[in-house]
């Protein structure tokens, strides 16, 4: 197709188009690498932002300059002390703001975003603003959780391969197993016991221990509470992080004599169909 150089623009030229709403498509652009940008008056501690950077804190957009508080209010609790800190650090001059957090919108989704920006200062040196960036890093924040998960489940293969590789006793392995278990996910208590046919009595044979007493021996799962059992029996792991908080007093008794405060047990079938925990 030939273009002529003399050629008058028209209004369905692309290149005119984007021109036309320069506003319009920088949103566009922000919308689409969830990145908002912003802009804080240190002196009056009043900061400008744009719409994208309104939607990843969850927060109603308002026209204008609005007091910084209002965007650290969307900071997670646990890590505003940090920021704070290191925006003081950034307008001091002693070091770069360039921060990953998470953000807590009223949804209630957490989001994970890294904030930067650079300092303007005036002749003598004093912070006059900061102009920066918030990206919404949530996905990557996820990806690396799931890398950082397979990385740990794979140096867990190899901790139990090594270990087992030497044992010629195979009474030993289960037992060098649970201690490698144990200290990999860093417990006090790791067992492995046999469920009776008729579901209801439970034998553990052996456990490994760090800082607290051996619960080998037989055990009736009614014992542990209604709860645990029926979950267990089901075929569903049991968990809870805090026993106290997750079970009913009643439901307590047997966890309290043997000093387990959270838990985590799975129910696994062999082949002649008894249950392993």
Avoid at 146 to 164: I, K, M
Wanted: proline share 6%; charged share 25%.
């Amino acid at each position: 197709m030939a273009h002529r150089p003399d050629a008058e623009p028209t209004a369905s030229d692309p290149f005119v188009f984007a021109l036309q709403d320069p506003r319009r498509r920088l949103l566009q652009v922000q919308r689409a690498i969830g990145m908002g940008l912003w802009d804080l008056d240190v002196r009056a501690q009043q900061v400008l932002v744009s719409e994208e950077s309104y939607r990843i804190c969850g927060l109603e957009p308002k026209p204008g300059p609005e007091p910084l508080e209002r965007f650290l209010s969307a900071v997670h609790p646990d890590d505003l002390p940090a920021v704070e800190a290191r925006l003081a650090a950034a307008i001091r001059g002693e070091r770069e703001y360039d921060i990953d957090v998470r953000v807590l919108p009223p949804d209630g989704i957490v989001r994970w975003v890294n904030t930067a920006a650079d300092v303007t200062r005036d002749a003598d040196g004093h912070a006059l603003k900061l102009v920066g960036t918030l990206l919404d890093i949530t996905h990557r924040k996820q990806v690396e959780a799931v890398l950082r998960a397979s990385e740990q489940r794979l140096r867990l293969l190899h901790a139990l391969n090594d270990a087992v590789d030497g044992v010629s006793d195979p009474e030993q392995i289960l037992p060098t197993a649970l201690k490698v278990l144990g200290e990999h996910m860093g417990l006090s208590r790791c067992a492995f016991g046999y469920m009776d046919s008729d579901g209801e009595g439970v034998s553990v044979p052996h456990d490994y221990t760090h800082g607290c007493d051996s619960v080998a021996g037989r055990y009736r799962l009614s014992m542990f509470g209604r709860t645990a059992c029926n979950t267990l029996q089901s075929g569903r792991p049991f968990v809870a992080n805090d026993i106290a908080k997750a079970l009913p007093r009643q439901e307590t008794a047997t966890f309290d004599a043997i000093h387990a405060r959270a838990v985590i047990c799975c129910a696994l079938i062999r082949r002649m169909g008894a249950k392993l925990f």
